[in-house]
């Protein structure tokens, strides 16, 4: 697992050793990279909350499916798939894309907690113990502020995510929501507190843009939902036309 993170991590070391050659300030480049790798997965966590949006509409068929084929799991798997297939759902389709953004995600982790394990820019030795803002050494934990928006911000993301497709999903995930909603902030808060301010920064920035990356998304999707919406309606209109001609005739 280190090898594989270290894959990852290296080469985003390299670009973050990249950007502080540009712009001469480690928080700031931090951000940068944290806005070029939220970026990259765009595309992917743009997939995610298609999928999100398309079972959340689905919750009141598969609740249906699960009253009805309670005691019998065999026709239950059966059904919720041929409702699956029938909506164009693939259940592996919401769990690509965390899979494919997790190992990025990790090694940027794993390098903003240890820089210099996978940097050799002898000028970064120096740059990651700089100050930014009113962190005196971002290799050095903050006690309070990043650590507090790392954690609220942790908590509007989780918001966001849940918020729409699991609302009726049964008590099990709903336990489960709870604790991502709730209990996983808290604890980035106080892991938060001993980590590096850099990776607080790195988790704070990436979260206050994936939360405006999670509204823009939804909001396009309602777009594209009412747009199919009026595109269903136009033709129906016109197949009642055409049978309405036809009996004219």
């Known amino acids: 697992m280190n090898f594989i993170i270290g894959l990852f991590a290296k080469p985003i070391g390299s670009l973050l050793a990249w950007i502080y050659g540009v712009v001469n300030n480690y928080g700031l480049s931090i951000i940068i990279l944290t806005l070029i790798v939220r970026l990259i997965l765009l595309p992917l966590h743009a997939k995610q909350i298609r999928y999100t949006s398309k079972i959340s509409e689905l919750q009141p068929q598969l609740k249906e499916i699960q009253e009805r084929y309670a005691a019998d799991r065999e026709m239950l798997g059966q059904k919720t798939m041929e409702l699956y297939q029938r909506e164009g759902v693939s259940p592996s389709s919401g769990c690509l894309p965390l899979l494919i953004q997790m190992p990025i995600i990790m090694g940027l982790f794993a390098l903003l907690r240890t820089p210099l394990s996978f ?124 049978e309405e001609a036809k009996r004219k005739s």
């Open 119 to 242: 940097m050799t820019s002898t000028q970064m030795i120096a740059a990651i113990h700089e100050s930014f803002l009113w962190v005196k050494d971002l290799c050095q934990p903050d006690s309070w502020i990043l650590p507090f928006i790392a954690g609220l911000s942790t908590y509007f993301t989780g918001a966001a995510g849940v918020s729409g497709a699991t609302g009726s999903a049964g008590t099990a995930n709903g336990a489960m929501n709870a604790v991502t909603k709730y209990f996983f902030p808290i604890f980035i808060f106080l892991i938060g507190r001993s980590f590096p301010a850099g990776l607080a920064l790195y988790w704070a920035v990436g979260n206050i843009f994936m939360i405006f990356q999670t509204m823009f998304l939804n909001r396009l999707r309602e777009k594209e939902k009412i747009r199919d919406e009026i595109i269903e309606e136009e033709k129906e209109k016109r197949r009642k036309a055409r």
